[in-house]
C-alpha cells in the first residue's frame, strides 16, 4: 500500500512539473494538476495539504537531484579551481538533460516562493560551493569578495550558458568546448 501511495505523490510531483513549466504557477491550479494526473483531488491535498507545499516539495526534490548529480563527479576532483569548475560543468550538463527540470528551478529561484524556503535550508544547498569558493579565496586564487556574490555569479553563468546552447543546435563537442569556454571566461572574470 505504501508503494502505491508513494507512485500517486509521484505522479502528482511529475504532473505539476510539467503544468508549472507550461503554464507557470499561478495559472496552474491544484484542480487541474490533480485531473491531469488522474488522481482525486483529495488525495492531492492529503499529500500536499497547499499548493505552497507542493511547490516546495517538487523544488526541494530537484534541488536535490541537481545536488546528487553534481556531487557524483566531485570525488574524483582535486584542486579547488577543478571542483569549482565541475560544479559548473556538471550543473549545465544536467541542465541539458532535465530542461523541464531546470527550468522549474529557474522559475521558482525568480518567484516569492523562494522567500518561503527556510535560510537553513538554503544554507545547506549552497553550503558546499561556497565553502569552496571561501578555500579558493584562502588559496589566493581568486578575488577577496563576498562568497555569495560569487554564487550569485556562477549561477546566473550557468543559466544564461543553459538557455543559450538550449536555443541552439549544437552537436555534443560543440556544447562542450561551450561550456569549457565559458567556465574559462567566468574563471578570468574571478581569479586574483
Known amino acids: ?16 512539473l510539467e503544468l508549472f513549466v507550461k503554464q507557470g504557477f499561478n495559472d496552474t491550479p491544484t484542480s487541474k494538476i490533480a485531473k491531469e494526473a488522474g488522481i482525486a483531488t483529495g488525495t492531492l491535498f492529503y499529500f500536499f495539504p497547499t499548493k505552497d507545499e507542493l511547490i516546495i516539495s517538487l523544488y526541494l ?28 560543468e556538471q550543473s549545465l550538463k544536467w541542465s541539458l538533460r532535465n530542461p523541464n527540470e531546470f527550468s522549474f528551478l ?27 569558493f571561501r578555500l579558493a579565496i584562502e588559496e589566493q586564487q581568486v578575488v577577496d ?25 549544437f552537436t555534443k563537442k560543440e556544447q562542450h568546448n561551450i561550456i569549457q569556454d565559458t567556465f574559462f571566461m567566468f574563471w578570468k572574470m574571478i581569479e586574483r
Open 1 to 16: 500500500m505504501q508503494s502505491e501511495s508513494m507512485d500517486k505523490r509521484e505522479k502528482l510531483l511529475q504532473t505539476a
Open 61 to 88: 526534490k530537484l534541488k536535490g537531484q541537481a545536488t546528487e548529480s553534481i556531487n557524483v563527479a566531485l570525488p574524483e576532483v582535486k584542486s579547488t579551481k577543478e571542483v569549482i569548475k565541475t560544479y559548473y
Open 106 to 132: 529557474a522559475q521558482f529561484s525568480n518567484s516569492p516562493y523562494l522567500k518561503k524556503i527556510g535560510a537553513d535550508e538554503i544554507s545547506a544547498q549552497i553550503a558546499p560551493v561556497l565553502r569552496h
Open 145 to 169: 569578495i563576498d562568497v555569495n556574490l560569487l554564487y550569485a555569479l556562477i549561477s546566473n553563468q550557468v543559466f544564461g550558458v543553459n538557455q543559450f546552447l538550449s536555443a541552439n543546435k
